[in-house]
């Protein structure tokens, strides 16, 4: 898939995802599906050709879904509370992007500094004791 394909096919991506939240409430909030259901509804060995993407949203729709536990609907209330926004998943988009890969200064020092400003935020708007903070200091290690 080249940058183009990938603008077109995120574009389709967004309206299907913008359409589910659109209509979450429209699905039982609890999955009304037997255990099983899926294995009659796919076939029994991977497609040898690709599908198109149009095909793969079809699938979603009606066999997926179903299947799914609506977590973000307005009318779930067990557990916990929703556990993303729309907002949010314009964040995950982004870091799918780019792919970051922050498990230490040395592989993202973007990511390992951001965060530690982020959380300092956090720790302030709570009122956190400075020694929470993290005052600027980056520990680097070296691979």
Known sequence: MDAEQLRENAHK?????????????????????QPGYLRELLPDSAPTQPESLQHIFDDIQAKILPGVTHWQSSNFFAYYPSNSSIAGFL???????????????????????????????????????????SAGVVLVTML
């Not at 991506?13 to 599906?33: C, G, H, N, R, W």
């Not at 922050?102 to 302030?124: H, N, R």
């Open 13 to 33: 991506m967004v309206d299907f995802i913008a359409d589910y939240y659109k209509t979450i409430e429209d699905f039982p909030v609890l999955s009304q599906v």
């Open 91 to 133: 964040g995950e988009m982004l870091s799918a992007g780019l792919n970051i890969v922050g498990f230490s200064w040395v592989t993202s020092p973007a990511a390992t500094e951001l965060e530690m400003i982020v959380l300092d935020w956090l720790a302030k708007l709570i009122k956190l004791p400075d020694e929470f903070l």
